[in-house]
């Protein structure tokens, strides 16, 4: 059982960490500038437990022991795991932050939909919803009308991790970093919903994860999308467009920000004074924030349920590649298999 939703107020909030891989660097430093303390962390790898915490004045904590005295846990975890450590430090009365993917299987995410649906405070580490330059493109587009036609892509090197993650993540390129384009077209549909995913995955000989992926989508109101992720790009280049009857929107958001509407420049939002510009701009700082609220009773604005859409939609473009052919969305198809499951049998 839950416990209550604590009533500290925000500015009590400390965080732990589960997890203390690449991302929690950008954690820690986003905790900093949002001036949210880290006071433990955790880590399979002893030797990197000790070296995050050293950086971030913490202390090495076991998982069993989250929240170690927090009021939040940051869950960045492989994502068959995330699912357990969140709920455990759910049942200890804390908030939980989980990184995208919220979980390596559908049924693991309706574990915490339903932990969440309890009265549990989960936020979904989705960045790019906190982005203000997303959030101002979102807005503009909305003032466009309905839309039609909607592309984003996340392209990038192949990751930097000492190796490429394996079929114990659950997937490649897609559900690692095409996950985040398809929030991106989840937040700029609004309440328009997916009905068909239609996805081309492909990977190297002897390599068993997907590293280019090519995902269409076709929403209730006939508007289209289109996603394309990959780590064969030289460098990192993500952007999203959205365009209806009456005009487009576009962002950049790497490597070099911009805005246009119709073709003509818009001024991007102002960075935070003190914030290093890219952990602002990306959406990691107001994201720690955003868990601070939704710890002090407000509302978790991207949470469990957001978080599940964007893995159900993954877990269909999987299973469409699989199949060679479009799955109709809400996904009907197994609920306790891996994208990489689903795709490669």
Not at 136 to 164: F, K, Q, W
Not at 313 to 322: F, H
Request: include cysteine.
């Amino acid at each position: 059982m839950l416990r209550r939703r604590p009533t500290a107020p925000s500015s009590a909030l400390s965080l732990a960490l589960a997890g203390a891989g690449t991302i929690s660097v950008i954690h820690g430093l986003a905790a900093a500038a949002a001036g949210l303390p880290v006071v433990a962390v955790a880590s399979s790898s002893a030797e990197r437990a000790a070296e995050r915490a050293g950086q971030l004045g913490a202390r090495v904590s076991p998982f069993a022991e989250l929240p170690a005295g927090a009021g939040a846990v940051v869950v960045s975890t492989p994502p068959a795991e995330r699912v357990g450590h969140a709920l455990h430090a759910l049942r200890a009365g804390a908030a939980v932050l989980v990184e995208k993917p919220m979980a390596a299987t559908l049924a693991a995410a309706d574990a915490l939909v339903e932990a969440a649906d309890a009265g549990g405070v989960v936020v979904y580490g989705e960045n790019l919803a906190f982005s203000p330059l997303v959030s101002r493109a979102v807005a503009m587009a909305a003032e466009l009308g309905p839309l039609r036609y909607i592309e984003v892509r996340t392209l990038s090197p192949a990751p930097d991790r000492g190796e490429l993650p394996g079929p114990s993540w659950g997937g490649g390129t897609l559900l690692d970093l095409g996950v985040h384009a398809v929030g991106a077209v989840l937040l700029l549909a609004g309440d328009d919903e997916p009905v068909e995913a239609l996805a081309r995955l492909s990977s190297p000989p002897g390599q068993a994860v997907d590293d280019e992926a090519e995902v269409r989508i076709r929403f209730a109101s006939g508007l289209e999308a289109r996603i394309e992720s990959s780590w064969r790009h030289p460098d990192a280049l993500w952007d999203l467009q959205a365009s209806s009857a009456t005009g487009v929107v576009r962002a950049d958001l790497l490597p070099v920000p911009a805005l246009e509407r119709d073709g003509q420049p818009v001024a991007l939002p102002a960075d935070e004074p003190g914030v290093e510009p890219h952990l602002w701009r990306l959406g990691y700082v107001e994201q720690l924030r955003a868990l601070d609220r939704a710890r002090a009773g407000g509302p978790a604005t991207v949470g469990a349920r957001f978080g599940r859409r964007a893995l159900e939609l993954v877990c269909a473009a999987y299973a469409s590649a699989g199949s060679g052919a479009a799955v109709p969305l809400p996904f009907s198809g197994p609920r306790d298999r891996t994208p990489l499951e689903l795709w490669r049998g």
